[in-house]
């Protein structure tokens, strides 16, 4: 995914899956229990993720452990 145009650039919720090493369904859970990465609901059922979203939740998610 290295290759993404920017960081406002719209992922589907497959590949959002994707670039978290999730499935769909996983997403499609999380958003429905209010958890996960922000999405963007456009008209209708239209999900969309934004890859700046996605990395400020993985940096989110971060843990740190001593040594």
Not at 30 to 42: A, E, F
């Amino acid at each position: 995914m290295a290759s993404m145009e920017s960081k406002s650039t719209l992922l589907t919720p497959g590949r959002a899956a994707e670039y978290l090493s999730v499935s769909a369904e996983t997403l499609a859970q999380w958003r429905s229990q209010s958890r996960g990465p922000h999405y963007i609901k456009l008209e209708g059922r239209l999900v969309r993720y934004r890859v700046s979203d996605l990395e400020s939740y993985l940096q989110g998610r971060s843990v740190t452990t001593r040594n």
